[in-house]
Nanobody
Framework: QVQLQESGPGLVKPSQTVSVTCTVS??????????WAWIRRPPGKGLEWLGV???????GYNPSLKSRTSMSRDTSKNQFSLHLSSVTPEDAARYYC????????????WGQGTQVTVSS
């Protein structure tokens, strides 16, 4: 059974970097035909795709956030992470990780999300 579990600091201050991590079970993050994504939903707004990391470690980011976004992974822990720098209150959101099937280009599994609040 595939499960994704997000974790993060909860509260960060403006201008800081927030890192959120997704711990995956039931499938290896290096398994073929999958990619791994981060998506967020700010309060009262729709979903926003943030970035994706492929099985070979290559990454792609939302152009509107590319200058502040990076992703990394720890294959020994079966985890991947999102790092968002210079955060502002507009970055406050629920952050979700998801598994993408490369064959169908669909989100097949989601985590429950982790809330990030930006406040001084």
């Amino acid at each position: 059974q595939v499960q994704l579990q997000e974790s993060g600091p909860g509260l960060v201050k403006p201008s800081q970097t927030v890192s959120v991590t997704c711990t995956v079970s039931g499938v290896s993050i290096t398994a073929s035909y999958y990619a791994w994504a981060w998506i967020r939903r700010p309060p009262g707004k729709g979903l926003e795709w943030l970035g994706v990391i492929a099985v070979d470690g290559n990454t792609g980011y939302n152009p509107s956030l590319k200058s502040r976004t990076s992703m990394s992974r720890d294959t020994s822990k079966n985890q991947f992470s999102l790092h968002l720098s210079s955060v502002t209150p507009e970055d406050a959101a629920r952050y979700y990780c998801a598994l993408i099937s490369v064959a169908t280009m669909t989100f097949e599994y989601w985590g429950q999300g982790t809330q990030v609040t930006v406040s001084s």
